[in-house]
């Protein structure tokens, strides 16, 4: 995003939302005013952290009145969790992407590579700056607001493991990987490939894109060491033919 701060403008010239005959703004108006909300709350809680950011703050960068902001989002915690929301969604995005143009490629291509693909994919955007910044912050308010910590759960983390056991599925049914489990295999995977990574970065060491691909690589290898299973193995459930996945 590389989103900076830039001075409020003046209360006398904020730009008039469009109104409907009622007084309302109109669809398209309102749709627009809380995208510019959400926008210049994300670059207001980059800058300043949750804490130091209010919504008068966000109100007159947004050149929005307050009490419009308030009843939007109810308080601060309301307009971070959509900001949240949000960003989680773009951090998402990259994966479902992955996953599905794997699903597509073609079989001459090793599973190695495919989930080196994804890997690289959730290190970009999982241990970016941004990404690690509303990490921290939402860390540090989820004993306030477990509100938050449900939707980091629900929204992140739960939902890259569906998008990454959906694809192991795929494997699993081309006799390519030969897990019991995949909803555990995801987990495993994430936490192996992007783990350390993440938790260095959250604690301030900023990522070195080479030396983190080199260790994503290294972990694909061993968590495939055990999903392949021993080359017999794979070679056997190949001749028999896709497998039946029971339902989950």
């Known amino acids: 995003m590389g989103l900076t701060a830039t001075r ?6 904020r730009r008039e939302v469009p109104k409907s005959r009622g007084g309302r703004p109109t669809k398209s108006a309102a749709i627009e005013r809380d995208q510019r909300l959400i926008e210049v ?8 952290g949750f804490d130091a950011t209010s919504l008068d703050a966000v109100a007159e960068a947004a050149r929005v009145s307050k009490p419009t902001v308030y009843s939007r989002y109810g308080d601060k915690r309301g307009l971070f969790t959509a900001v949240l929301r949000r960003e989680i969604a773009r951090w998402l995005a990259p994966l ?3 996953a599905e143009t794997q699903l597509g490629s073609s079989s001459d291509i090793s599973v190695e590579q495919r989930l080196v693909e994804i890997g690289r994919e959730m290190l970009t955007f999982t241990c970016g700056p941004d990404a690690m910044a509303f990490s921290r912050m939402m860390t540090s308010q989820a004993i306030n607001f477990p509100d938050i910590a449900k939707l980091g759960k629900e929204e992140g983390w739960l939902k890259a493991v ?3 056991a959906r694809f192991f599925d795929h494997l699993v049914a081309q006799s390519a990987l030969d897990v019991e489990d995949t909803t555990i295999a995801a987990e495993v995977f994430l936490d192996v490939v992007v783990g ?3 938790r260095m970065a959250t604690f301030g060491t900023p990522m070195e894109f080479k030396s983190a691909e080199k260790r994503m690589r ?4 061993l968590f495939l060491a055990g999903a392949l299973g021993p080359a017999g193995r794979i070679k056997d459930a190949a001749k028999a033919g896709p497998r039946r996945r029971s339902s989950r």
Not at 8 to 13: F, H, N
Request: aromatic residues 4%.
């Open 8 to 13: 409020a403008r003046p209360a006398s010239s």
């Open 41 to 48: 709350a994300t670059r207001l809680f980059l800058d300043r």
């Open 96 to 98: 479902s992407a992955a």
């Open 162 to 164: 569906a998008t990454t």
């Open 196 to 198: 350390h990574t993440h």
């Open 218 to 221: 290294a972990a694909i290898k």
